[in-house]
């Protein structure tokens, strides 16, 4: 009797079958494929056609758990893999090529549970859910293989260790040096300001001495332009000194009420505000800020007072405030007009310059501006500038109050 009479034999008894060893399929297995397709998916978990593995050939004890336990083991591995390659993923966003690391996280679960189910057919012989099972793991498999031919390129440009190491050496270098001659400059520019402000001082104290009566009609007019000149002298080391106490000095935060600032400020500005009859809205979602008092008094009070300033001719200014958390969660308050505007085309790199002014007006000095971003950027924030020739501008500031 052959080994397949004997198969049959022994299903026809309703005994479990032999192993059938290098033979071809049995004939009653010879359908149409589709027919193949449907009775696979039929028995999917069918477990009378085939005996368990510990039935098939010939195991010892010792053979049949080694195997079992090592295919038990590296499922574990395959399984715990994954987490941490998970983990990863989402503890870094940044990382350039996300896609790579969940087609590997399926392919070694896929691996992990041909091995799960090659342990577990020992006892349950499911060789149409190892098949199917397998048969998933090489289409992930194919899909990781040419998504890595593709990125590889890219894999290759990324920086290694080392070069990040040399990078950031070479930074910390440069930012030495930088500080070095930041100090040096810092020295140069406090003994400048002093020994100016000195002389400058020393010339209007002289001047004020001078009778002016004595002297004749060309020289006093020559004079006055001396004065002249020696009064802006002092309002340029008025600004300067104002600078520098800004940049060097880093002001403690308070707790503020927004809204009273402001209206502290619009009632230093009263009378401006009544003269241009202008009108002042006031959107505050957000009620506090840590800030320095008398950062955010000198900001709203520039700000303000540009509106009125260069309001469109005949018309009446119109000033919005509005406080707010952006959507990256960061406090913001946003400044807006309906003047005169800026073309940011040709001054978007000079609107927050020293002495730089846009507009004729017998009160523009290009310092306001220039102040608010300085103010600001020494506490750790940052302020943005939208606007068009007639139609307003627009300020956006944004405070970082951990700084």
């Known amino acids: 009797m052959t080994l397949e009479d004997a198969n049959l034999q022994a299903i026809s008894n309703d005994r479990i079958p032999l192993c059938r060893t290098g033979m071809g399929p049995l004939k009653a297995n010879q359908a149409g494929l589709a027919e193949q397709v449907q009775e696979f998916f039929r028995g999917l978990f069918n477990k009378s056609e085939w005996p368990a593995r510990w039935y098939c050939g010939s195991w010892s004890d010792f053979h049949g758990w080694l195997y079992i336990i090592s295919d038990i083991l590296i499922w574990t591995a395959y399984f715990l893999i994954p987490i941490f390659l998970i983990r990863f993923i989402q503890s870094r966003k940044d990382f350039p090529?996300?896609?790579?690391?969940?087609?590997?996280?399926?392919?070694?679960?896929?691996?992990?549970?041909?091995?799960?189910?090659?342990?577990?057919?020992?006892?349950?012989?499911?060789?149409?859910?190892?098949?199917?099972?397998?048969?998933?793991?090489?289409?992930?498999?194919?899909?990781?293989?040419?998504?890595?031919?593709?990125?590889?390129?890219?894999?290759?440009?990324?920086?290694?260790?080392?070069?990040?190491?040399?990078?950031?050496?070479?930074?910390?270098?440069?930012?030495?040096?930088?500080?070095?001659?930041?100090?040096?400059?810092?020295?140069?520019?406090?003994?400048?300001?002093?020994n100016l402000r000195n002389h400058s001082s020393n010339i209007a104290l002289l001047a004020d001495f001078v009778d002016e009566s004595t002297l004749t009609k060309d020289n006093e007019e020559l004079f006055q332009k001396i004065k002249t000149v020696s009064k802006h002298l002092n309002g340029t080391l008025d600004d300067l000194s104002q600078v520098i106490k800004i940049r060097d000095n880093h002001l403690e935060g308070e707790l503020l009420n927004i809204r009273e600032v402001t209206q502290q400020v619009l009632g230093v500005l009263d009378e401006s505000l009544h003269a241009s009859q202008a009108q002042v809205e006031m959107d505050f979602q957000e009620t506090e800020i840590t800030f320095p008092h008398i950062?955010?008094?000198?900001?709203?009070?520039?700000?303000?007072?540009?509106?009125?300033?260069?309001?469109?001719?005949?018309?009446?200014?119109?000033?919005?405030?509005?406080?707010?958390?952006?959507?990256?969660?960061?406090?913001?308050?946003?400044?807006?007009?309906?003047?005169k505007g800026i073309d940011l085309t040709l001054h978007a790199d000079k609107v927050f310059g020293l002495y730089k002014t846009f507009h004729k007006h017998e009160d523009a000095h290009g310092v306001g501006?220039?102040?608010?971003?300085?103010?600001?950027?020494?506490?750790?924030?940052?302020?943005?500038?939208?606007?068009?020739?007639?139609?307003?501008?627009?300020?956006?500031?944004t405070f970082n109050e951990n700084a």
């Open 369 to 397: 501006l220039f102040l608010i971003k300085n103010q600001i950027e020494a506490q750790g924030g940052d302020i943005q500038v939208f606007s068009e020739v007639d139609a307003g501008i627009t300020f956006k500031i």
């Open 295 to 339: 950062y955010l008094e000198s900001i709203l009070m520039n700000l303000i007072s540009n509106g009125i300033k260069y309001k469109k001719d005949g018309e009446h200014p119109v000033i919005k405030l509005r406080f707010y958390r952006n959507e990256m969660g960061f406090k913001t308050l946003e400044y807006s007009d309906e003047g």
């Open 97 to 194: 090529f996300p896609k790579t690391i969940w087609l590997f996280v399926a392919f070694i679960l896929l691996c992990g549970t041909t091995h799960l189910i090659d342990a577990l057919i020992f006892w349950l012989p499911v060789y149409r859910v190892s098949a199917l099972v397998r048969f998933g793991t090489a289409i992930i498999s194919l899909i990781t293989v040419y998504y890595l031919f593709k990125i590889f390129p890219n894999v290759l440009l990324l920086r290694s260790v080392s070069d990040l190491q040399r990078e950031i050496d070479e930074r910390t270098s440069v930012e030495e040096k930088m500080a070095q001659k930041n100090s040096q400059l810092q020295s140069f520019t406090h003994i400048l300001s002093h």
